[in-house]
C-alpha cells in the first residue's frame, strides 16, 4: 500500500481503477456503439429529408416504435432517481455503492428517451414552437415540462453527491494523470474541501434534492401516460394508466439498474463493493414489483374484456389472439419467467419441501374443500360458461402458448444455477423485465391506433420499417455509450459516501454483507 | 355570426365519391400514388366509408361520406400542444400549417379519423401534374405536418370578399366543393344558427343524426338516416 500524504484518506485503488486505466475491449465496444449511433444518425438525417414514410407508420398508426422506445426509456429513467431517492430517504444503508450506478442512469434514460420525441416529430426544426406557443391545455405541454424539471432535477441530484468525489479525485489524481482531467475535477469540485459547514449544507442539499425527486418522478411518467389515456381510444382511456405507467416505469427502472451493477461488477471487478446482498434485495424489490404489474395488468384487462364494449374488444382481440398475439403473449411469457425466477430463491429447496398433500387426512380435506367450491360454482353455469362470460374466449388460440410457457417455467425453475447463484438469477429476471416492458410499451401503443373507434373505418396495420429498428438500435447503444463515457469519467461507485459509511455505521456482521469487509477505505493516513 | 354545418342525405347519396374527387383538386391534396397508397400514406380531406351489416346474403351496405365534422367542442384542438389547430368564430376548425409541429396528437385525439400527415414530399406524380393549381388556395403542404378539411375556407373568404351569398339556401350561394359536386344532390351546406336555412331545418329531421354523437364532440355535420328496405317476401 503506497504511503498517502498527510490527513488524506486512501482512495480504494478499485474505485478509481476504471477511470485511470482503460483495457482495449472497452475502446472496441465504443467503437462497435460507437457505429450503431451513427448509423442511426445517418437514417435519420435520411428520414428529416424524405419525411417520415421511410418508417412504418400511415394512417391510422399514427405513432409506432419511436413512441414505444420514448415510453420505455422514460420508463427507465425511474430507475435511478426514484430507487436511489427512497432509499436515501428511507435511510437504507445498503444503498451506499448503488445510487450513482441508478442516477446516472436516469439522467441517459431522459437525455435519449427525449430524443424519441424529436425523431418522431413531423418538423423537428419547429420544436420551438412548445415553448413560442406552448399551450398548457395539451397533454404533450405537460410532458415536455415535466421531462424538463425531471432532467434538471436529475441532473442536479446526480451532481450533488458527485461534488466530494470530484475533490478526491481532484487530490488522489497520480501525477501521471492528464491535465484535462485534472482541471476537470478541480471544476467539478468547486472547491471542495470537506469542511463541517460544506458537509451540513450538500447533505441537506441532497436530502432536500432526494424530497423533491419522487413527486417529480411519479408525475413523469403519469403524463407520459396521459398523452394516451386524454384521448378517447379505446383501451387507451383509461383511469388506471397514470399509476400502471408509474409501476411498469419503476420495474424496468430497478431491472436496467441490475442489468448495468453486474456489468459494472465484473468489467471493474467490484465484487467486494456489489454483493450478494445488493441483488438479492434489489431482487426482493423487483419481485414485489412484479407482483404490482400483474396486478395493475389483470384489472386493466379484466375490466375491459368483461365490458365488452365493442371498440374495446376489438382492440383486445388485435392482443389476445390477433396480429399483435406474438408481442402480447411474449409479454406474459417474459413476466412470468421473471416472476418464477425472482421468487425462487425465497422458496425452499426441493429437497426441503414436505408436501402435505402427501399426509392422507390433509389431501383427503383439500381435496373434499376443493370438491364443494368447485361444485357450487359451476354446478349452475358450467366452466365454458363462466369462461365465455369472461369474455377469455379470445385468448383460446394463445392457450397452447401458455402451456409452452408453462412447462418452460417449470424447467427453468429446476436449474439449480438460479437458485444458488442469486447474482445470475436476478439478472436473467431482469433482463425479461426490461423485454416485457418494452413489449408492454409496445402493446399498449400500437393495437389500439390500428383500430379506430369509428365503425367501418380501416383496420390498420404498422410493420415497422429497418429506418425505424436502426434508430432503435442506435438508442439503445446510445444509452450504453452515454453510460460508458461517464465510467470512464466519474467513480460509478460514490467513493466518499462508503468512506461516511466507515464512520457512521457501527461494525456489525450486517454491515459487512453490503460494504468491503476490511479494507484501505477505513485506513487513514 | 353564422356557424357552417353541413348535412348529407344518406338515401341521396350514391357513394360515386365525386366529393373526394373535387375535394383534391380544390384543395391541392396531393397524390400518394399506389404504393404509397397501399401502405396507408393517402391524404382524404373527404372520404366515403362503407359499412357492412347483416351475414350474406341480408347483407345491407351502408356509404358514408365524410368530411371533417367540425366539432363544437373538437377534441383535436383541446390537445394541441402549439395552438397550430383552432376553432373559428364561425365554428371552423382550421390548421395552422406554418406552426404545426407534427407531433400528431391531435390525430390520436379525433374520433372520426379525419385528420392527415404529410408522411412524404406531396407529390403528383406523372399525368396527375395537371391536377395541381400552384395559383389557387391553399397552397399545397410541406412534408411533416397535419392537415384537414376546412370547409372550403378559401371559397367562404373569397365569397365574403365579393359579397356573395354561403349557403345551399341560395341558388347562386358559394359552398364547398364537396356540396357543389354532389352528383345526387346529397349534400348541404348553411349557416346552423338561422332557423330558417335548408341545414337547420334538415338538422332537426327526425333522420338527422350525427356520428358517435354519444361522445359529446358536438359534430357540426348531420346525415339523413337512409331509409328501411325492406326485403320483398
Redo the contacts between chains.
Keep these: 500500500m503506497i504511503k498517502q500524504r498527510q490527513q488524506r484518506p486512501v482512495v480504494d485503488p478499485r474505485l478509481i481503477q476504471p477511470i485511470l486505466r482503460t483495457g482495449g475491449a472497452y475502446y472496441l465496444l465504443v467503437a462497435l456503439l460507437a457505429a450503431v449511433v451513427a448509423a442511426g444518425l445517418y437514417v435519420w438525417i435520411r428520414q428529416i429529408r424524405?419525411?417520415?414514410?421511410v418508417t412504418g407508420?400511415?394512417?391510422?398508426?399514427?405513432?409506432g416504435l419511436y413512441i414505444t422506445n420514448f415510453v420505455f426509456f422514460i420508463g427507465v429513467s425511474h430507475a435511478g432517481t426514484l430507487i436511489s431517492a427512497i432509499l436515501r430517504v428511507t435511510g437504507a444503508e445498503w444503498r451506499r455503492p448503488i445510487t450513482r450506478a441508478a442516477e446516472a442512469i436516469t439522467v441517459f434514460a431522459l437525455i435519449v428517451g427525449g430524443s424519441q420525441?424529436i425523431i418522431?416529430?413531423?418538423?423537428p426544426d419547429?420544436?420551438l414552437?412548445?415553448i413560442?406557443?406552448?399551450?398548457f391545455?395539451?397533454?404533450?405541454?405537460w410532458d415536455?415540462t415535466s421531462i424538463t424539471i425531471y432532467l434538471l432535477g436529475s441532473i442536479t441530484y446526480l451532481y450533488l453527491p458527485l461534488m466530494p468525489d470530484m475533490a478526491i479525485l481532484r487530490d488522489s489524481l497520480p501525477t501521471e494523470a492528464p491535465g484535462w482531467r485534472r482541471r476537470l475535477y478541480r471544476l467539478l469540485a468547486l472547491g471542495w474541501h470537506g469542511g463541517a459547514e460544506q458537509r451540513r449544507r450538500l447533505e441537506r442539499a441532497i436530502a432536500v434534492m432526494a424530497v423533491l425527486i419522487i413527486p417529480i418522478a411519479v408525475s413523469v411518467h403519469t403524463v407520459v401516460s396521459w398523452?394516451?389515456a386524454?384521448?378517447?381510444?379505446p383501451m387507451w382511456h383509461s383511469t388506471i394508466f397514470g399509476p400502471y405507467f408509474v409501476i411498469g416505469a419503476i420495474y424496468s427502472g430497478i431491472a436496467t439498474l441490475l442489468i448495468a451493477m453486474v456489468i459494472i461488477r465484473k468489467a471493474f471487478h467490484l465484487e467486494a463493493y456489489l454483493k450478494p446482498l445488493h441483488f438479492r434485495y434489489l431482487g426482493i424489490l423487483l419481485l414485489t414489483f412484479s407482483a404490482l404489474w400483474f396486478y395493475f395488468t389483470s384489472a386493466e384487462y379484466l375490466t375491459t374484456g368483461y365490458g365488452g364494449v365493442p371498440p374495446e374488444m376489438r382492440v383486445l382481440n388485435a392482443k389476445l389472439s390477433g396480429e399483435y398475439q406474438a408481442a402480447f403473449w411474449g409479454m406474459v411469457a417474459a413476466m412470468s419467467i421473471a416472476f418464477v425466477v425472482l421468487l425462487l430463491p425465497h422458496l425452499p429447496a426441493p429437497g426441503r419441501i414436505r408436501l402435505p398433500a402427501f399426509r392422507p387426512r390433509f389431501a383427503a380435506a383439500t381435496g373434499v374443500a376443493a370438491l364443494l367450491v368447485a361444485v357450487l360454482i359451476f354446478n349452475q353455469a358450467g366452466l365454458v360458461t363462466v369462461l365465455t362470460d369472461l369474455n377469455v374466449g379470445p385468448a383460446a388460440p394463445a392457450l397452447p402458448w401458455l402451456l409452452a410457457a408453462l412447462v418452460a417455467l417449470f424447467a427453468v425453475s429446476v436449474l439449480p444455477v438460479l437458485r444458488q447463484n442469486i447474482i445470475a438469477g436476478t439478472v436473467i429476471a431482469a433482463f425479461f423485465v426490461d423485454l416485457g416492458m418494452w413489449l408492454e410499451r409496445f402493446t399498449i401503443v400500437v393495437p389500439t391506433?390500428t383500430r379506430?373507434?369509428?365503425?367501418?373505418?380501416?383496420i390498420?396495420?404498422y410493420h415497422p420499417s429497418a429506418t425505424e429498428w436502426i434508430l432503435t438500435a442506435a438508442s439503445f447503444a446510445g444509452f450504453v455509450l452515454l453510460y460508458l463515457v461517464f465510467v470512464k469519467l466519474f467513480p460509478i461507485i460514490s467513493i466518499w459516501e462508503i468512506r461516511e459509511a466507515e464512520e457512521v455505521i457501527p461494525h456489525t456482521v450486517k454491515k459487512q454483507s453490503y460494504l468491503p469487509e476490511v479494507g484501505p477505505m477505513s485506513s487513514k493516513g | 355570426m353564422p356557424r357552417w354545418g353541413m348535412v348529407i342525405d344518406l338515401d341521396k347519396c350514391t357513394a360515386c365519391q365525386a366529393c373526394t374527387v373535387a375535394c383534391r383538386v380544390e384543395n391541392n391534396v396531393s397524390f400518394a400514388g399506389p404504393d404509397e397508397y397501399r401502405r396507408g400514406r393517402a391524404i382524404f380531406w373527404n372520404t366515403v366509408v362503407g359499412v357492412m351489416e347483416g351475414e350474406f346474403p341480408e347483407v345491407r351496405a351502408e356509404y358514408i361520406p365524410m368530411p371533417c365534422m367540425h366539432c363544437d367542442n373538437p377534441p383535436c384542438v383541446k390537445v394541441c400542444p402549439v395552438g397550430a389547430t383552432y376553432r373559428d368564430a364561425e365554428g371552423v376548425v382550421k390548421q395552422l400549417y406554418d406552426r404545426c409541429i407534427g407531433c400528431r396528437l391531435c390525430m390520436q385525439a379525433c374520433p372520426y379519423n379525419r385528420r392527415y400527415f404529410n408522411w412524404q414530399v406531396p407529390e403528383w406524380p406523372g399525368t396527375f401534374t395537371a391536377y395541381r393549381n400552384p395559383d389557387r388556395e391553399p397552397q399545397p403542404r410541406p412534408k411533416g405536418i397535419v392537415e384537414k378539411c376546412t370547409f372550403c375556407e378559401q371559397r367562404l373568404r373569397k365569397a365574403r370578399e365579393e359579397g356573395r351569398p354561403i349557403g345551399s339556401d341560395d341558388a347562386e350561394g358559394v359552398v364547398p366543393a364537396c356540396v357543389e359536386t354532389c352528383t345526387g344532390g346529397a349534400r348541404y351546406f348553411g349557416d346552423l344558427d338561422n332557423p330558417d336555412s335548408i341545414v337547420s331545418r334538415l338538422s332537426r329531421s327526425p333522420r338527422a343524426y350525427r356520428l358517435q354523437e354519444e361522445l359529446g364532440t358536438e359534430p357540426k355535420v348531420y346525415y339523413l338516416r337512409p331509409g328501411q328496405w325492406e326485403k320483398e317476401s
Design positions: 424524405l419525411g417520415l414514410a407508420m400511415n394512417t391510422p398508426v399514427y405513432w420525441v418522431d416529430m413531423g418538423r419547429r420544436v414552437n412548445l413560442r406557443y406552448g399551450r391545455q395539451s397533454p404533450l405541454l415536455v398523452i394516451f386524454m384521448t378517447l381510444r391506433e379506430p373507434m369509428l365503425e367501418g373505418y380501416v390498420g396495420i
